[in-house]
Structure formats: C-alpha cells, structure tokens
C-alpha cells in the first residue's frame, strides 16, 4: 500500500540537519511520522523532537525526546521530557536496530495515552506521555543522521500482520475559515524578523497562486506559482516597471493539488527570507525596500486558507 495516500501534508525530501518543521495541525492521537534516512558511519548520536514551538531561550518543552546513541558497544536510546528547561527522568532502551552507516525506516504512532515508535517493521518502544499532545506543534532532528524523506500519515500504511500498530481512523480537520482571495491591511508595516505564516490547503485543478505583499502601488514581494508549468518565481515591482523574475529552483516542483502546504516570509536586513514546508528556498532582494510602507498581504488562487499569521 503506498504510504502515499494518506498523506496529511506533503512529504519534505533531503532536508538538510539539524531541520526543524511546524507539524501541521499539531499531534493528536492517529497521527504517525514516517522518517526515513541513513545513519553516519561516524556517528555518535542524533535526536528527535517533538515539541511546543521552536523558542530556544527560554527553550522550547519537548514532549519526547528521541535520542539513538551510538558512542557504546551496544546501539541504544533514550527518552525523556523537557519541560521548563528542566530534562524529567530519563529512560534507556537497549539492543535497537539502528546501525552506523546503514539506511532506516522509523514509524511514530501517537496514540491518545502513548506514542509506540517502530523501526524496520519492528516495535522498538511505548512512551507515555508526560506533556499533553495538543502542546506539540514542531518536529525537530538534529545530530548524525543524514534524512531521505519525512512524511506525515493519518492511517497506518502497513499490513497487519507486519506490525502490531492498529489502524487509525482518517484525522478530520475543521473548515478553513479565511475566504480566497484573501487581502489583509498590515496597518504598521513589516520589521526585520517579523514572520509571516500562511497555512492552507490546495483545491483540485489549480492554474496559478500568487501571494503578494503591497505598498500602496508597488509589490516588493510577489511570489507565483504556476501549477501548469510546475514553476515557483519571485519577482518585485518598486518603481515603473517589474523587476526580472527569478525562478526558484528545486528538485521537484513543492505545490500539490489537494496537499496542504505552509508558507513562512521573514523579512531581514534588506531581503526577504522564504521557506515552504519547512524547506529554506533562499533570500530575496528588491530595490529600495522599505519595510514600514507594506500596507496589505494578498492572496490569490485555487486554495483553502487555514491560518494567517503577520
């Protein structure tokens, strides 16, 4: 069965670590993370966060750590919880089937009391949680692994007979409640480091989707995507006449009709920060721009918007 269809967002491909993602509607019991990767042939440990938010001072609580160490004679893991910058009792599982310088596949399965963690089709271990699961909104990864793909399931893609996870039912989310186009006033302009979030939903036959930040006349930051030439390109009007495009290269093209997708702006030092999924798609760089004169965030196209966050 291909994992595929139960996609609740879209896959991330070769994320580069340490890589850190906003999980899109949180964890809730049914939701699974797939994860797989290779391990270093030098490696000494890696990590797997699942936490509340990404701040680091004070640190972000971590609902469950999932730490392989690979620095003894035996592969081992730990778990354990950060909360109020303070790490709960920690618990030690031995005789893991991760191995320096071979591939992984690793099932997480959130549960309503637990999450059961898998690897290569085996039960590995239960951890019962310490922090509620609604508090968990970011996936983090750090430390020697090298990662193939994260996907994010609401069923179980395997057969029963393979594994002991239980089949869950599809996650229902609620209505988008921002109707398309969208347009919003941004009455005090934008500030170095301030983030801008969309999350939303693609519909079926989509042709083009623009999200533009205006000042008055001018658009010093306008994002398409064309879905029937598979293109993403940024481009800017500051003066008389648009700028030169600037195709964003990926290795595939990052919109999926039907797939969610979010979308992160950060304005810094003169340039715009962009990044989809949780993937960095570089900086941009219009002439004379001038942060305090953006008035208005527009969105246009095939899409069901989620949240908007300026």
Not at 70 to 96: A, G, Y
């Amino acid at each position: 069965m291909d994992p595929a269809a139960f996609l609740l967002q879209p896959p991330v491909y070769h994320p580069v670590v340490p890589y850190l993602c906003t999980i899109f509607g949180g964890l809730r019991p049914g939701k699974m993370l797939l994860i797989q990767g290779s391990v270093s042939s030098t490696a000494s440990r890696f990590q797997i966060d699942f936490q509340s938010g990404c701040s680091t001072s004070p640190r972000a609580d971590i609902a469950f750590h999932f730490n392989p160490r690979f620095s003894s004679s035996e592969t081992h893991v730990i778990c354990n919880t950060l909360r109020k910058d303070q790490w709960l009792d920690e618990i030690r599982i031995s005789k893991v089937p991760l191995y320096k310088a071979q591939s992984f596949q690793m099932v997480f399965l959130f549960l309503a009391e637990k999450v059961k963690v898998g690897i290569g089709g085996q039960h590995i271990l239960d951890f019962i949680y310490r922090l509620p699961l609604s508090d968990v909104d970011t996936l983090g990864i750090y430390g020697d692994v090298a990662l193939k793909d994260i996907s994010f399931l609401c069923s179980n893609p395997y057969r029963d007979e393979l594994t002991e996870y239980p089949l869950c039912q599809p996650l229902q989310l609620g209505s988008a409640s921002l109707d398309m186009p969208f347009l919003t006033g941004l009455p005090q302009g934008l500030s170095n480091g301030q983030v801008i979030k969309l999350r939303g939903l693609v519909l079926e036959d989509p042709d083009e989707m623009n999200i533009n930040l205006k000042a008055g006349k001018l658009i010093p930051f306008c994002l398409t995507a064309n879905f029937q030439e598979q293109t993403l390109c940024y481009n800017h009007l500051t003066g008389p006449s648009w700028g030169e495009s600037q195709n964003i290269k990926t290795p595939f093209f990052l919109f999926h009709p039907e797939r969610f997708f979010e979308i992160l702006i950060m304005p810094d030092d003169g340039t715009f920060k962009l990044a989809f999924n949780g993937i960095p798609l570089g900086e941009f760089s219009p002439l004379g721009l001038d942060l305090k004169s953006i008035s208005e965030l527009e969105i246009i196209g095939r899409a069901k918007l989620y949240t908007v966050q300026c």
